[in-house]
């Protein structure tokens, strides 16, 4: 599903971030990365999205080589991925419908099975009732419960959560967390980066620690070891 | 309408109304350099005028012998008119008429009176007085054709050397005017230009988190540009309405003042016969600036 061919990404002002990476992510895998603020998880995010290209080494999504392939293509794939951001990245200029609508009408969904849709989902995560309100009128659960409708409402092969529980209390974090395990278990890709040791701790998943922008160990089922 | 243009079109109008202060503000941006641009297209119709003004007033007159018959000065007339294409205008001055013309020029000027008196017969010679576009070298080869050619033996001067002086520095005027026009033009439009992009990139800063999100979720780059692009172009049309209500009034109100300093020149007809180029101009100006601007700064932003 997500292979990294020794990657290496080396930004212009010669900062090292990943250097010779190499790892493969299988399909219906719960995979976490772990590490240090600035050990490159991000970067290995941007990268999966396409949003950045390697200086060296291949990143593959589905087969396709990302650093060749056709930027069309990369806008394919990535509406294939839902992602979660640890601050949100909501579209503040929208309300909280058009945010969940604008993922759909973005992969060229019919007006009917949107109006359909989007409340659905939005009653799931229990915002039904702030359809009309702008992200900045929700609280930070609310937002990142949007945030996950948002990843969620095309059904995405893979999920891409980059810590996703950074700005949340205890209580909306297990709710995250769950709600990732329960989409992970109906065979969605998840690749959850944090540097949160309770959560990998719990989770008995594959977890990739990272080290000066190397993979330090990859284990089946890891925990948080630094 | 395609379900990806009426999505593209409806994001535009939301956010249009919902950033009613950043839309107004920059309305107010494309409006003054709009105005700039126009006021470009009033100083044109100026200049022409006055440039035009000066070269019908640039000519040169070719004296005929005393004797030369009317039909032999309108056959040169005719020749000259058909040999010189640059020739605008030739007018024949009988030796009554600039009798006459001199009379009244002078009336009541005693001395000179006495002077014609004395002389005792009309002492002007049958003339054609010519113009041409105001090129010293068309005056210059029009009194060259008059010296050299077969009637030449029917013309007694051709004033060309005494006015010579007058027509390159009248010419280099107005050539100087034109250059100067052109360079002011295109430092303004190109002010103008940096401005609306600037306004319109500011406009669009606003906005730098949200595209990349768009960009994240794998909108395609027109998605993501669409309604930027849409909301220059209503940034520019609501800028035109405005330059062009404001330039017809403008034009209106002042053109009493401006023919006084410049008699015979309507700024509010000059207004109406061009009233195409005013739209060509602030429509294309405001709708392409406004537009373009908004495809190069989303473009920028979309770059990996």
Known sequence: MIKFNNVTKIYQNDTIVLQDISLDIKEGEFVSIVGKSGVGKTTIIRLILGLEMPTSGEVYLKDTNLSNADPLKIQELRRKIGCIYQDYKLLSQKTVYENVAYIMQVEGKKDEEIENEVPKILQVIGLEDKVDNFPSELSGGEQQRLAIARAFVNSPEIIIADEPTGNLDPYNTYEVISLLQKINKTGKTVVLATHDREIINKLGKRVITLENGKILRDEAEGKFII | ?304
């Open chain 2, 1 to 304: 309408m395609p379900t990806n243009f009426k999505r593209i079109l409806d994001f535009a109008i939301n956010d249009f109304n919902r950033n009613k202060g950043i839309s107004i503000a920059a309305i107010f941006v494309l409006t003054i350099t709009i105005l700039l641009v126009t006021g470009l297209v009033f100083f044109q119709g100026m200049a022409g005028y006055l440039t035009s003004q000066i070269k019908n007033k640039i000519d040169i007159t070719a004296y005929f012998v005393d004797g030369t018959s009317e039909q032999d000065i309108l056959s040169v007339k005719d020749e000259i008119m058909k040999s010189s294409p640059n020739v605008k205008n030739v007018e024949y001055v009988s030796k009554d008429q600039a009798l006459a013309t001199f009379n009244e020029k002078h009336k009541g000027d005693e001395v000179i009176a006495q002077a014609l008196e004395e002389v005792g017969q009309n002492p002007f010679l049958p003339s054609l007085n010519i113009t041409t576009n105001g090129d010293p070298l068309q005056y210059a080869a029009v009194a060259t054709t008059l010296q050299t050619a077969d009637f030449s033996k029917l013309i007694d001067n051709v004033d060309f050397s005494q006015k010579k002086d007058t027509i390159e520095k009248v010419y280099s005027i107005i050539s100087n005017i034109n250059i100067f026009g052109i360079l002011l033009g295109i430092i303004l439009i190109i002010v103008a230009i940096l401005v609306v992009y600037n306004t319109i990139k500011l406009v669009i800063e606003n906005s730098k988190e949200e595209i990349s999100t768009m960009n994240t979720v794998g909108a395609s780059d027109w998605f993501i540009r669409g309604p930027f692009i849409i909301q220059g172009v209503f940034y520019g049309m609501i800028a035109f309405i405005i330059c062009f209500l404001i330039s017809g009034i403008f034009s209106l109100i002042l053109s009493s003042k401006f023919a006084v300093m410049m008699p015979g020149f309507s700024l509010f007809s000059y207004f109406l016969a061009n009233w195409w180029i005013f739209v060509l101009v602030q429509l294309g100006f405001g709708v392409g600036v406004g537009a373009i601007s908004a495809l190069v700064v989303v473009k920028k932003h979309l770059e990996v």
